[in-house]
T-cell receptor, first 115, second 111 residues
């Protein structure tokens, strides 16, 4: 399978715990995006990387959130001191630029439930 | 955060019927994308549009990039049970790389 992969697919944690999610983009895709999707809503942008550089962060990304892409391949998204409001689906997408028109391909997501 | 306006919010149709849904924005977009999402999965790209007025088909799906660049339409012809899911429009403005998503249209197909 050469699509975007995410791990874990599901995570249940207690309020106050830290969690980390991993995303492996499509091979050779240089851009990687994180989105968050709450129930009944469309995905909302959190942050994105071009290679190792984090180029943009949304206001949704509070100080408790940090994302990395240390070698320009996989990325991790960490949430510290989780809150119940962090419960959502966290989606990763990747794309290649330049390469004509940029198209983002999404992974299956990590569903987080904070108790 | 900002989300595009999609309508209808949900649709219940019979197998074989045609479906139309649209997406509108108060801002000009230079890219429109249509995705389908099944429960518990990530969005899957259906059609991408890059020019105002562009009409693109993918099998039974046809989408158009509105002339005003503030809207887009998706049509599904002869619906089948596997068309069930949530359809999202998404767009990109100016030089932005991030996508802004619509609120989704939930499609239910009855036999």
């Amino acid at each position: 399978d050469t699509g975007v992969s995410q791990d874990p697919r599901h995570k249940i944690t207690k309020r106050g715990q830290n969690v980390t999610f991993r995303c492996d983009p499509i091979s050779e895709h240089n851009r990687l995006y994180w989105y968050r999707q709450t129930l009944g809503q469309g995905p909302e942008f959190l942050t994105y990387f071009q290679n190792e550089a984090q180029l943009e962060k949304s206001r949704l990304l509070s100080d408790r959130f940090s994302a990395e892409r240390p070698k320009g391949s996989f990325s991790t998204l960490e949430i510290q001191r989780t809150e119940q409001g962090d419960s959502a689906m966290y989606l990763c997408a990747s794309s290649f630029l330049p390469g004509g028109s940029e198209t983002q391909y999404f992974g299956p997501g990590t569903r987080l439930l904070v108790l | 955060g900002q989300q595009l306006n999609q309508s209808p919010q949900s649709m219940f149709i019979q197998e074989g019927e045609d479906v139309s849904m649209n997406c509108t924005s108060s801002s000009i977009f230079n890219t429109w994308l249509w995705y389908k999402q099944d429960p518990g999965e990530g969005p899957v790209l259906l059609i991408a549009l890059y020019k105002a007025g562009e009409l693109t088909s993918n099998g039974r799906l046809t989408a158009q990039f509105g002339i005003t660049r503030k809207d887009s339409f998706l049509n599904i012809s002869a619906s089948i049970p596997s068309d069930v899911g949530i359809y999202f429009c998404a767009g990109r403005t100016g030089t932005a790389s991030k996508l802004t998503f619509g609120t989704g249209t939930r499609l239910q197909v009855t036999l």
